[in-house]
């Protein structure tokens, strides 16, 4: 199987990096947010299309409010300082999640940078900000329940007959296929709330290396670990006779 399309990263590991080392957990953050710019710089070396970082989740505002309000300052300073180098390698920039929690300045910080990389097409890095799998499918059918409701009786009886594969439109980034392989890094195996409906036959690879010390040979191992598998999405390798 040759390289995927599309991975996601569930970046794991900050604060244990530095509480490894005595630092505070903010600046395993912002070690953090240098591998996340190296790794997509690997993607695009490796021709992978998209790449989905799981930056915040809808889950992280539990977090004290320093670490929330440093994390989200360290967002948008990376977005000011990287946005035009990235477009100039062709990276176009997208976020996916509940955008109005977001603070006015980093939503319209947000839409410049969106519209600005609209062009670019050699890779989509997409960026998960109060982001919830389960959030998004519950907005999800909150857009069908509209939909329906605009809808003769006919075709309300169709959608919902094709739902399990039609539902997909509903997600915050319909045109972005579902993820090949998913990448967790920390030694903890679980996908917690990323891609929840999107991930349903992505291959899932875990690494004990906390987040700060994914490197290049990591990601080697990551994609080489996905060439030896085999995908039947619940099908057979070879049907029978």
């Known amino acids: 199987m040759g390289n995927p399309t599309h991975i996601a990263f569930i970046m794991d590991g900050n604060g244990r990096w530095a509480k490894r080392r005595g630092l505070e957990r903010s600046e395993g953050h912002a070690k953090g947010a240098q591998v996340a710019e190296a790794t997509v710089r690997l993607c695009a070396d490796h021709g992978i299309r998209y ?138 195996k679980r996908i917690s709330n990323c891609l929840l409906w999107q991930s349903a036959y992505s291959e899932l690879y875990f690494t004990d290396t906390l987040w700060p010390d994914f490197d290049e040979r990591c990601f080697d191992a990551a994609l080489k670990e996905y060439s030896g598998r085999k995908r039947r999405f619940g099908g057979l390798d070879e049907q029978p006779s």
């Not at 109005?100 to 670019?120: D, F, M, V």
């Not at 982001?131 to 959608?159: A, M, S, V, W």
């Not at 539902?167 to 972005?176: I, N």
């Open 51 to 188: 790449v989905t970082l799981f930056a915040f989740s809808t889950e992280n505002w539990k977090r004290p409010e320093s670490e929330v309000h440093f994390l989200f300052q360290l967002l948008s300073e990376y977005l000011l300082e990287h946005t035009e180098e990235m477009i100039n390698k062709g990276v176009r920039i997208r976020f996916m999640g509940r955008m109005p929690g977001l603070s006015p300045a980093l939503r319209e910080l947000i839409r410049k940078i969106e519209a600005r990389s609209l062009h670019c097409d050699r890779l989509q890095m997409i960026l998960a900000v109060n982001y919830g799998g389960r959030q998004e499918i519950c907005d999800g059918f909150r857009k069908l329940h509209e939909e329906l409701n605009t809808r003769p009786p006919d075709q309300k009886e169709e959608i919902l007959d094709t739902l399990s594969e039609g539902f997909y439109r509903y997600l915050y980034l319909p045109d972005v296929p579902a993820p090949d392989l998913i990448v967790r890094t920390s030694g903890e």
